[in-house]
């Protein structure tokens, strides 16, 4: 089956910007979605961007698609000590496919 | 409160001994779905259905087996566990099943099989 890969770990200083990748191989997701999980919790949507946008902005969080790359990323301006958790990637076409999740760590 | 729970939270369990998740969700939702979690793997779909009495498989569905006899639950079986069914398992439901869905997540619930 088609992969969603990200790195597994990201560790920042609190106020600088956290930057996660991901990396989908089927070109016919029509959506790609963040989630994020917090210790001991379910996942939770952050945000969603469809696959003809390449670029969704919301308050800290910016999305960015490279369609031709097949590249998704989250960038999380100042980051704070509330945002370590695990983020995953996941793409959907019929069904829904997760990444590995990368599990960033925000130092004080 | 609109939630999506699971019962029990923390099981360990013996090889072979019969045991039943139990997934339930309040929001009327169409499309409920089984996944594991683990180590490096991240998330794995079991499986999947669109509505009552439709049900299909997931990436991983090997060894588990689910019904949907009414909308709002959703229960995993695992006739004979073994010990690599130890995992985190994490039932979700949304609207529907395509398009830009979000999907709600119940808690978890950790299983160990010795």
């Known amino acids: 089956g088609e992969d969603v890969e990200q790195s597994l770990f990201l560790s920042v200083r609190e106020g600088d910007s956290s930057v996660i990748n991901c990396t989908y191989t089927?070109?016919?997701?029509?959506?790609l979605y963040w989630y994020k999980q917090e210790p001991g919790a379910g996942l939770q949507l952050l945000t969603y961007i469809f696959s003809n946008m390449d670029m969704k902005q919301d308050q800290r969080l910016t999305v960015l698609l490279n369609k031709k790359d097949k590249h998704l990323s989250l960038r999380i301006a100042d980051t704070q000590t509330g945002d370590s958790a695990i983020y995953f990637c996941?793409?959907?076409?019929?069904?829904?496919?997760f990444g590995a999740g990368t599990r960033l760590t925000v130092k004080p | 409160e609109a939630q999506v729970t699971q019962n029990p939270r923390y099981l360990i369990t013996v090889t072979g001994k019969k045991l039943t998740v139990t997934c339930s969700q309040n929001m009327n939702h169409e499309y409920m779905s089984w996944y594991r979690q683990d180590p490096g793997l991240g998330l794995r779909q079991i499986y999947y259905?669109?509505?009552?009495?439709?049900?299909d498989k997931g990436d991983v569905p090997e060894g588990y087996k689910v019904s949907r006899k009414e909308k709002r639950n959703f229960p995993l079986i695992l006739e004979s566990p073994s010990p690599n069914q130890t995992s985190l398992y994490f039932c979700a439901s949304s609207p529907t099943g395509t398009g830009a869905y979000e999907q709600y997540f119940g808690p978890g619930t950790r299983l160990t099989v010795t």
């Open positions: 996941a793409e959907s076409i019929n069904d829904m496919r």
């Open positions: 089927d070109s016919s997701s029509t959506y």
């Open positions: 259905s669109m509505n009552v009495e439709v049900t």
